[in-house]
């Protein structure tokens, strides 16, 4: 049998799984996908642990034990998500010392209600290091305004971090400088690059809902013949900027002292269109040095039937570009579909973050009553 997600492996595309929770910890299919599937990294973010803590009674006993201590809420969430993926990190230990710490990571967000404030996201992210206690650990952080300075001093105190909700070449390059305005300072400060990690989330699916709600909206023929265009060619057009930007001597000279460059992620890879294929985000963002964080059901879909496409993102510059010229042609304005992207993304986590804390809250009184 054809072992696809090897061929995909092998052309450079890191295989992550975006999900988890208590349950695929303790039945331990988070750890038979590391074996059999090529699994090499887990993404979480808030709408992920709101799904797991409020679906499954994995962690009643925590619950109860939390609840006799009498701690708040959002230390109890704290301390039940870092739990999580303390045990995940341990799960993924072995990619991670097989890749001399690029892969094998495991990725806990900040508290999605700080995306806003600079300083207090580093004080979380520096607690959160400690707390989860693991070098194969990111700290996810929003790639807002006022996440790009806490980026890099996060990475400066010598933490991981994965940078989230990026829809814009223009943020992705801020970001990049940020990586690297980090890892010059963590040098500066003593830090071993070798040991610090870093990768770009670049959202693909949400942009294409975006801009073809807008193309439908316009309705002309040439309008609807560029649905489905939008997200694959702006992630292409983001890897052409990474390509130009590791390429640099600025970058070479982090190299030089151990540094490992901080990959493109390819995040949001489920289609929300019935009418596209499956595969679609994966098969057509193939490239070296890449991360492809999905869910699990396009990993068994992509294991069925997906089709491995070398050069599928280098290949495919020029047309990249075309696409967001035809696009202005018909009047989609994309400097402001990113701005509602990156807007509903945070609005998306705070709401999943309340619904969370509600969940626990209401656990917590529960436990106290027992």
């Known amino acids: 049998m054809t072992d696809r997600l090897a061929e995909l492996s092998a052309q450079g595309v890191a295989v992550w799984l975006d999900d988890l929770s208590r349950v695929r910890l303790t039945s331990g ?68 010392d097989a890749s001399n710490g690029v892969d094998g990571r495991v990725s806990i967000e900040v508290d999605p209600r700080k995306a806003h404030e600079t300083e207090s996201t580093v004080a979380e992210a520096k607690t959160l290091w400690w707390l989860v206690d693991r070098p194969n650990l990111f700290i996810k952080i929003p790639a807002t305004l006022a996440g790009l300075p806490a980026i890099t001093q996060t990475l400066a105190a010598g933490i991981s971090v994965n940078v989230t909700l990026i829809f814009s070449l223009e943020r992705y390059r801020a970001v990049m ?30 942009v294409d809902t975006e801009v073809d709600k807008r193309l439908d909206k316009i309705g002309s023929d040439q309008a609807k013949a560029l649905k489905g265009k939008a997200a694959i060619a702006n992630a292409r057009l983001a890897y052409e900027a990474y390509e130009e930007v590791f390429g640099s001597e600025r970058w070479k000279s982090l190299a030089a002292a151990g540094a490992h460059p901080q990959r493109p992620l390819w995040a949001s890879t489920s289609t929300k269109n ?65 701005k509602v992207l990156e807007e509903e993304g945070v609005e998306k986590f705070e709401a999943s973050w309340k619904e969370l804390l509600e969940h626990v809250e209401k656990s917590l009184k529960t436990g106290e009553g027992a």
């Open 274 to 338: 019935p009418d596209f294929p499956d595969t679609i985000y994966v098969e057509e963002l193939i490239a070296p040095g890449t991360v492809n964080t999905m869910p699990e059901s396009v990993i068994v879909a992509f294991a069925d039937h997906g089709t491995t496409k070398p050069g599928s993102i280098t290949n495919n510059y020029a047309d990249a570009k075309q696409v967001f010229a035809d696009l202005a042609a018909v009047g989609v304005d994309f400097d402001d579909v990113v």
């Open 177 to 206: 400088d940020a990586f690297l305005a980090g890892l010059e300072q963590a040098k500066a400060n003593g830090h071993d690059l070798s040991k610090i990690g870093s990768v770009a989330s670049f959202f693909v699916s949400r």
């Open 29 to 96: 299919s988070l750890d038979k996908m590391r074996r059999e599937q090529h699994m090499v990294g887990v993404t979480t973010n808030p709408s992920i642990f709101q799904k797991a803590l409020s679906d499954a009674d994995a962690y009643d006993e925590q619950v109860r034990d939390l609840a006799a201590q009498r701690v708040t809420v959002e230390e109890a969430v704290r301390l039940m998500t870092a739990a999580d993926v303390r045990a995940a990190a341990d799960v993924l230990r072995p990619a991670y």
